[in-house]
C-alpha cells in the first residue's frame, strides 16, 4: 500500500508525493528543493514524476531533480516543456511497478492545450491528479483553447465515480468558497464545507483531497443546471441559460470576483 503527501511550495501550491517503503514518485514539481528535503527526510529514491502541464509553478524543479535522479518525466509533450522524457495522450496507461499503480491517462484541455489528468480507477478509493482544472470548489481559469473546452473536461472529470479523492495542485478552496457562497448563497453543503475549509486551514491542514462528491455539491462550475445559480447570474443580466452559457458567466465573473 502506498501513501500520497503533500509537499507544500511557493505560496499555495501543493506537489504531490506517492511513496512506499523506499520509493516515491512526485507531481507536478515546480520547486526542487522542498522535494529534494522531503525524500531526505524520510530516505527515500525518486521513481519517477509526473507532469499535468506545463506552467512554471509545476515543471520549475524538473531539471534539478534529474540532476539527481535520473528518472523519467511522464506527461504530454509541448514545445514549451522540455522535460518529457514520455509523452503520454488520451487513453493511455501507465504503470508503477513499485506502487502495484496504473493510471489512465486523460487529456483535459481548458487551462493549457497540453493538460493531462491521472485517474486511478482500480484503487479504493480511485485517485485522481487534476493539477490546475479542478480546485477545491472552483477550476482554473482558461489560457489556452476555449471556455467550452474547460467545461468538457470538467464534466469529464465529474462522470468519474462520485467516491474519487482529487488532488489538485493549488490551496484555493477558502477563497473559491467565498465566490461560491455568493453564487448560491442557499446551499447548506457549501455552508457546511467553509466551516469545515476553515478549521482544517486554522490547524494549518490542506483542503486538498477532495471528493468529487463534494464538488459535485458545492462547486459551482460542477453545478451549472442549478436553479439558484442561474437566478444569481439573470440579476448580473445572463440571459441564455444553457448550460455552457451559465458556465462562461460563471468563469469571467470568477475572473474578476
Known sequence: MFNITAIPAFEDNYIWAIHHDNQAVVVDPGDAMPVLAFLAARNLTLNAIL???????????????????NVP??????????????????????????????????????????HLAFYAGSTTPPILFCGDVLF??????????????????????????????????????????????????????????????????????????????????????????ESEIIHVLQQRGLEDTSELAVFTALRKWRDKF
Open 73 to 114: 518525466v511522464y506527461g504530454r509533450r509541448h514545445e514549451k516543456n522540455p522535460h518529457i522524457t514520455d509523452d503520454l495522450r488520451e487513453g493511455a496507461q501507465l504503470r508503477l511497478d513499485a506502487f502495484n499503480l496504473t493510471f489512465n491517462i486523460m487529456e483535459i484541455p481548458g487551462h493549457l492545450d497540453d
Open 51 to 69: 507532469c499535468t502541464h506545463r506552467h512554471h509553478d509545476h515543471i520549475g524543479g524538473i531539471a534539478q531533480l534529474r540532476a539527481v535522479y
Open 136 to 225: 477545491g470548489a472552483g477550476c482554473g481559469r482558461s489560457f489556452e483553447g476555449t471556455v467550452a473546452q474547460l467545461h468538457h473536461s470538467l464534466q469529464r472529470l465529474a462522470a468519474l465515480p462520485v467516491t474519487t479523492l482529487a488532488y489538485c495542485a493549488h490551496e484555493y478552496t477558502a477563497s473559491n468558497l467565498r465566490f461560491a457562497a455568493v453564487c448560491e448563497p442557499g446551499n447548506t453543503a457549501m455552508q457546511q464545507r467553509i466551516l469545515s475549509t476553515a478549521q482544517l486551514r486554522a490547524a494549518h491542514l490542506p483542503s486538498v483531497p477532495f471528493t468529487l462528491a463534494l464538488e459535485l455539491a458545492t462547486n459551482p462550475f460542477m453545478r451549472c443546471t
